[in-house]
């Protein structure tokens, strides 16, 4: 079992940026693929960013492509992920998952995560 606990999520202006944070707690080494997600109300979770925690390859959603990044802490056990540029569509509660042990970011996001953070709320205004 890994717990994650997001931090960072706040209000901006269109255009303002932010930074996510996640700590990542348990048996983290077997977990090859984490990454982002978000979710609207009344709407399915989204993908938004992986990262390949062995070889440190980052995959990205389209809709935030050259906008968000995201990268690992190892040595802290940290998940960020970087938003510049942000749009009102932006706006969701972001998630924090862990894939399943040893499954790496080529397979479907969706399918293969196994822990989710509780969310912390980005509100971006235009």
């Known amino acids: 079992q890994v717990q994650l606990q997001e931090s960072g999520g706040g209000s901006v202006q269109a255009g303002g940026s932010l930074r996510l944070s996640c700590a990542a707690s348990?048996?983290?080494?077997?977990?090859?693929?984490m990454g982002w997600f978000r979710q609207v109300p009344g709407k399915e979770r989204e993908w938004v960013a992986s990262?390949?925690?062995?070889?440190?390859?980052?995959y990205y959603a389209d809709s935030v492509k050259g906008r968000f990044t995201v990268s690992q802490d190892a040595a802290n056990n940290t998940l960020d992920l970087q938003m510049n540029g942000l749009k009102p569509e932006d706006t969701a509660v972001y998630h924090c998952?862990?894939?399943?042990?040893?499954?790496?970011?080529?397979?479907?996001?969706?399918?293969?995560?196994?822990?989710w953070g509780q969310g912390t709320q980005v509100t971006v205004s235009s």
């Open positions: 348990g048996y983290t080494r077997s977990r090859y693929c």
């Open positions: 998952a862990a894939g399943r042990p040893f499954i790496d970011c080529r397979r479907d996001p969706t399918d293969i995560v196994r822990d």
């Open positions: 990262i390949d925690t062995v070889v440190g390859t980052t």
